[in-house]
């Protein structure tokens, strides 16, 4: 079965920049995307970012500071989170969609905090 483990999350000061993997156990698809979601505290699960052949978006709040990206019949995708604010703080999912269905990784922590 495939699975898709995310990782890179950790604790960074305002304005500092982190990069989020999303690796699965074989290669993404090349026509579905892939997808990140964020869950703070007290709140649920929200969309971030995608990237799939089409292109990317991103939730308004991150426009101009997230870039997703991934590698073409690769396994991993990316996160990149540039000047990161204390409201970014959550855990952060990978997203993969393929033929045979969606899959989740683990999730990895967020924290922005001085």
């Known amino acids: 079965q495939f699975q898709v483990a995310d990782s890179g999350g950790d604790l960074v000061q305002p304005g500092g920049s982190l990069r989020l993997s999303c690796t699965g156990s074989?290669?993404?698809?090349?026509?579905?995307?892939v997808a990140w979601y964020r869950q703070a505290p007290g709140k649920e699960r929200e969309f971030v970012a995608q990237v799939s052949r089409q292109g990317t978006n991103y939730t308004e709040s991150v426009k101009g500071r997230f870039t997703a990206s991934k590698v073409d019949a690769g396994r991993t995708a990316y996160l990149q989170m540039n000047n990161l604010k204390p409201e970014d703080t959550a855990v952060y999912y990978c997203?993969?969609?393929?033929?045979?269905?969606?899959?989740w990784g683990q999730g990895t922590q967020v924290t922005v905090s001085l």
């Open positions: 997203n993969v969609q393929l033929l045979s269905g969606t899959y």
């Open positions: 074989k290669a993404f698809s090349t026509v579905y995307p």
